[in-house]
Each structure stands twice: as C-alpha cells, then as structure tokens.
C-alpha cells in the first residue's frame, strides 16, 4: 500500500461515492513502484525533496492535461459548435428580458468567475451559491458546487432555464436562429438540419455552449515549470538535466516550503489532487452552509437527488454516448446522509483571479482560506465525516508560505489562448455567406 492510499486509510477517508475515479487513480498512480525507486533528477536533493515529495509533486500534472471529448456530447470539440457556444455565451437576446448574459456572472478577464460571493439574480437578490470560475471545466466529472448534473451540457440547461439567470425556452431560441443567418448557419453545420424546437434545441444550444467552455484552459504556471523539472529522468541528457535544473531552482524557496506542506502533513493534497488539483468528489471541509437564515444548502445531498431525477442525465435518450459506459458513475450514484451539506473539492488553478473563495464565496482572500485550515472546527465536521481534516495551527510564516505556493498555480494571465475556430472552413463558410 503506498503513502497516499495509506493515508487515506489510516485517515478514515470516505470511498468516493462510485465506481474507481480520479482519487483512486491519483493515489495508485503516486504510489506506484516506478515512479518511487526511478532515480532522482540531481536538483531534486539540491531542493531537499525526497522520492515521495517528488512523486507527489509529479502527480500535479503535467499541464495542459490532453484533450479528451465529451462522450455525451457529439458536437464536444465541433469547430462550428464551440463558436455557436463562443458567440451565445455573450449574447443577451435568448434572456427572458434580452438582457441577460453567462457572460455576466462569468467574466474572461476574472477567469470566468465573477467577483462577487454570490451574484443576484434576476430579481435582485444572491443566487445560492458562488459562481465558479469555467476554466478546466471540462475535467470535472460532475458539475456545480452539488454535482447536481453529470455533463457540462445538463448542468448548462438549468441557467438557461433559470428565470434568475437567462430564463429562455425552446420558442424564444428557434425565434432567435430564424431571425440571426450567422447563428443559425452555425447551429446547421454542428447539428445538421432540421431545426428541432423545444427541449431537442436547447440541448443543442446546451451542447453548443458546452463545446465552447470545454475550450476554456488556464495557462501553464511556476508550478507547472517546476513539476516538469521534476519529473524529468535522472539520466537525461545534459542539455535536458541542464535547463531543468535551471526551472527547478527558479521556483522561488517560500513557494517550495509551502509546496512542501500542501503535498506533506498539511495533507492538502489528499483531497486537491492531480493536475486540476482536485478529484471532483465531494468533502464536508467545515465551511458553514446556510443559504438564508434557516435554509441550509443540502449541498451534494441535494446534488444527487437532482441528479437521479434529471431526464437530462447520462442514463437518459439525450447523452449521444454509443456505449453504456459512460453512464457508469452515474448509474451507481446512490445518496446517504452524510452527503448533506458537502460540496465538490475546488481546483486550485487560477485562484488569483477566481477571488471569493469557498461554495458561497464567504472566504474574501487566499489568506482566510488559510485560516480556515488552521482553525478548523471539529465540531462542524461530520461525525463520519472528512477525518483528514483536523486544525492545523499554522504560524504566520507557515501561512504566507502556503499562500506563496498557491500563488504559483495561477499564470500572470487568465486563460491560455484557445485555437480560434474562426479558422475551421465550416465557421469561415457560415461568415462569408451565412444564408447557404
Ligand atoms: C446570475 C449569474 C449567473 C448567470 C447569468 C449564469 N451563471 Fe453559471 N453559475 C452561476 C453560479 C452561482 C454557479 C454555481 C452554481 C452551483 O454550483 O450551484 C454557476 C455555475 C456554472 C457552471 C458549473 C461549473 C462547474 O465547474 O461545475 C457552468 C458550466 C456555468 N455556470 C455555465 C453558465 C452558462 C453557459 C450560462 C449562460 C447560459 C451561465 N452559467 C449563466 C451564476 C450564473
Ligand atoms: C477533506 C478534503 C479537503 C482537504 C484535506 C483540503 N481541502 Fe481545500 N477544499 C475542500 C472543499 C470541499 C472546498 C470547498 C469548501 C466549501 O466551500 O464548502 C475547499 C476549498 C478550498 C479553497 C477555495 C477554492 C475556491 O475556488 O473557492 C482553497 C484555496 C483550498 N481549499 C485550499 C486548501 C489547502 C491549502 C488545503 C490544506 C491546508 C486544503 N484545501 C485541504 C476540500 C479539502
């Protein structure tokens, strides 16, 4: 048994809630025989990092991770679909008031996410929950803080509907492809003709969007150079050793002592795993869940009832999956109270943009996220609950530290530069003559 599913163990950490996932993966992989007894690179012992630092540190990546198309989405990586979706994204007119836009709550230059701790909604007042920054949205497995939807698409047909955030339907969208040449040409070349209406067209314009935010990827960061530094081969050539060496003893020395901890016995890792730094299952991590005075968030709880009841889900005749496989998890989801007011473990990419912190963004900076940890009350946690997490009294050195390393998971700029689809014949086609 290696360290990390050791830990886990030992820990009284819950099973995901299915079948093998990220989690599972992510320990075995770090706990593999290879990775542990491959000689080191030299500047690993110059950084002071032994082989369980280093495959842990390894196990963050690498980044970008490849591209891997939504098996329930047939218009997922579609050059027209994703500027369908680019294009709506910002577009106010499918809105009930033709004023609203997923632009709004998710802004570009913020990541996607919007600053505030919970955005109103069309009557004015806070939505439930923080909005999520949509960059590596496509690595999740379940979406929303609740995992109430199991593909990007589903989880996009509820602000679509939503009369708090875009309120559209089937007539209002057919309205707007028969009246806008551009769209509608772009519509006909990712799904083909005829128009459908209702419930088959919004899961195309779903599926659309979908596409588009599949596109949306954070860039490479400080961590990443010195992950990859990492795991470079102790026998590389000398050029190769040379310039590694160089991007490993570049990452600055506070950030490697926060590093240190996160992946060691701050035990951050254990739940912030893999390259997204997350494994997209659910944690009671001791924030507090009220959405409004007596009404709690019932969280994942909440989450797969939604989920089991949505005809929208991978069971269902809308998934365009050829193979029953991709329902897997979602057939052996089953709901248990201690999912009550758990919410799905955050990525820790692109935090320096993504500011609220926490499922109803009550944490206004990095540095409260910090205190929590250190702080953290036992007595909220489930009885059966998150065993890993216990306070862990961190001095003020210990805190700017972490804040250090977690200040290397973000790129000086947002989002990477997506590929333009404007570039792909069917879009030009639909540009130059939209009507055809
Ligand atoms: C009024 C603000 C608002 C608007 C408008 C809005 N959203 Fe959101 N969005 C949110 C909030 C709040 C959440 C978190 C909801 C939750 O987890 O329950 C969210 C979550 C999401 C997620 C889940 C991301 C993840 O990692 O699981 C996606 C995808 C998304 N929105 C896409 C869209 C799209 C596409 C539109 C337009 C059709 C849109 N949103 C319009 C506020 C908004
Ligand atoms: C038991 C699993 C678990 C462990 C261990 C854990 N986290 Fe978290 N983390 C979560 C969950 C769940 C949330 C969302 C909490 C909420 O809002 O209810 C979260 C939220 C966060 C956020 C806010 C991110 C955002 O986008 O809102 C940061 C930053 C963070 N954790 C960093 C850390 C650090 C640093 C450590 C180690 C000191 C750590 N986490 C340990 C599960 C965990």
Redesign the pocket.
């Known amino acids: 048994m290696g360290l990390a599913v050791a830990l886990v163990a030992a820990a009284g950490c819950r099973a995901p809630d299915t079948a093998p996932d990220a989690r599972t993966v992510a320990a075995v992989d770090r706990a593999t025989p290879s990775a542990r007894s491959a000689p080191l690179p030299r500047h690993a012992a110059a950084l002071g990092l032994d082989a369980d630092e280093v495959a842990a540190i390894v196990s963050h990546g690498p980044w970008p991770p490849p591209p891997r198309p939504d098996p329930t989405n047939r218009a997922s990586g579609d050059p027209a679909a994703i500027e369908l979706g680019r294009r709506l ?1 910002d577009d106010p007119r499918p809105s009930a008031d033709g004023r ?3 632009s ?3 802004r570009a230059e913020l990541a996607f996410a ?1 600053g505030r701790a ?4 069309a009557d004015g007042l806070p ?6 920054g ?1 960059l590596d ?1 496509r690595l ?1 497995h379940w ?4 995992g ?1 939807a199991d593909s ?1 698409w589903a ?2 047909l509820r ?2 509907a939503d009369p ?3 309120g559209t339907d089937g007539p209002r969208l057919a309205a707007l492809f028969d009246a806008d040449p551009a769209l509608a040409c772009l519509r006909r070349a990712a799904f083909g003709d005829p128009r459908p209406a209702d419930d088959a067209l919004r899961v195309q314009v779903a599926k659309a ?1 979908a596409a588009y ?1 599949e596109t949306l990827e954070s860039p490479r960061t400080p961590f990443d150079a010195l992950r990859d530094a990492l795991a470079v081969p102790a026998d590389a050539d000398a050029a190769t050793a040379a310039a590694a060496e160089a991007a490993a003893l570049a990452y600055p020395a506070d950030a490697l002592r926060g590093l240190r901890r996160f992946v060691g016995d701050a035990r951050c890792g254990l739940c912030h795993v893999g390259p997204a730094f997350s494994h997209g299952e659910f944690h009671d991590a001791g924030r507090p869940f009220m959405a409004a005075p007596g009404r709690p968030d019932p969280g994942r709880h909440g989450g797969i009832a939604a989920l089991r009841a949505d005809p929208f889900n991978r069971l269902g005749r809308w998934s365009d999956a050829p193979s029953p496989d991709a329902a897997v998890r979602t057939r052996h989801i089953e709901p248990s109270h201690r999912n009550f007011g758990e919410f ?1 473990v955050p990525g820790l990419r692109a935090l320096a943009f993504t500011a609220p912190y926490g499922h109803d963004g009550s944490m206004k900076t990095l540095d409260d996220v910090i205190a929590h940890y250190s702080d953290v009350d036992l007595e909220r946690l489930h009885a059966d609950g998150d065993a890993v997490l216990r306070p862990l009294r961190l001095e003020a050195g210990a805190r700017a530290e972490l804040r250090a390393f977690l200040s290397t998971l973000s790129a000086p700029r947002p989002v990477a530069s997506p590929r333009d689809p404007a570039a792909a014949p069917a879009v030009a086609a639909c540009m130059a003559r939209p009507g055809t």
Request: charged share 30%.
């Open positions: 994204f609203r836009r997923c709004d709550c998710h919007d919970r955005p109103p909604g939505l439930d929950r923080n909005a999520q949509l949205a999740q979406f929303g803080w609740d109430g990007l989880f996009i602000p679509l708090r955030e875009i969007l935010i799905r």
